[in-house]
């Protein structure tokens, strides 16, 4: 008998593709629940927070920046960074809140 044909049919005729696909599939939903669910939440958490920030929060950019928020713009904070230095930077740019200390 030909290969071609033992190997799509099977000894159960015809579902042995599903049975090979099976396992594909299986990977698929644990890698999604693992790894591409949390980081969709955690995306929106940091969405989230981005769009409550108000005036005088104090924050912390992706470059490693901590100010407090002296202005509030569409896309972007101005920022106090020290006694008399004043920075713009992207709403994108902020990575969360600076933690209060203990």
């Given at each position: 008998m030909n290969i071609y044909v033992l190997f799509f049919q099977g000894e159960t005729g015809g579902s042995s593709i599903i049975w090979s696909l099976l396992p594909f599939v299986f990977i698929f939903g644990i890698f999604y629940f693992l790894v591409i669910l949390p980081q969709?939440?955690?995306q929106q958490q940091l969405k989230d927070l981005v769009a409550e920030l108000k005036i005088n929060d104090e924050v912390v950019t992706n470059g490693g920046i901590i100010g407090k928020i002296k202005e509030?713009?569409?896309t972007s904070f101005?920022?106090?960074s020290a006694e008399k230095s004043?920075?713009?930077v992207g709403k994108s740019a902020v990575v969360?809140?600076?933690a209060e200390p203990k």
């Open positions: 969709k939440r955690q509030v713009r569409e101005i920022i106090q004043f920075i713009e969360g809140k600076k």
